[in-house]
Nanobody, 125 residues
């Protein structure tokens, strides 16, 4: 089993920055892709970003491209989401996720077997 714990959320003004962290524990050797999703009240969970096991390939939703950067440090079993130029529209509960296998459907929640509990990001105008 794999456990994921997110941290780093909070309240920030528009234009500000936050860095989210996701620490993996347990059978981390059984995971591959790492992803971030977010869900605002009354909306479906949406893809934010994903990174391959090696960190060489990363993918972003159009809405965050150029503002968010995803990275991972496998020596620390940690994935980071650096968020800059935040907008009120970025307000949501942010979840990290890990897949069991390499995937081409990294933007779909169904590709991920393990999920964290989420960390709230609130951007004020």
């Amino acid at each position: 089993q794999v456990q994921l714990v997110e941290s780093g959320g909070g309240l920030v003004q528009a234009g500000g920055s936050l860095r989210l962290s996701c620490v993996q524990s347990g059978r981390t050797s059984s995971t591959d892709f790492a992803g971030w999703f977010r869900q605002a009240p009354g909306k479906e969970r949406e893809f934010v970003a994903a990174v391959s096991l090696t960190g060489r390939a990363s993918y972003y939703a159009d809405s965050v491209k150029g503002r968010f950067t995803l990275s991972r440090d496998n020596t620390k079993n940690t994935v980071y989401l650096q968020m800059s130029s935040l907008k009120p529209a970025d307000t949501a509960l942010y979840y990290c996720a890990a897949s069991r296998y390499r995937t081409t459907t990294y933007d779909r929640p169904s590709a991920y077997a393990y999920w964290g509990q989420g960390t709230q990001v609130t951007v004020s105008s």
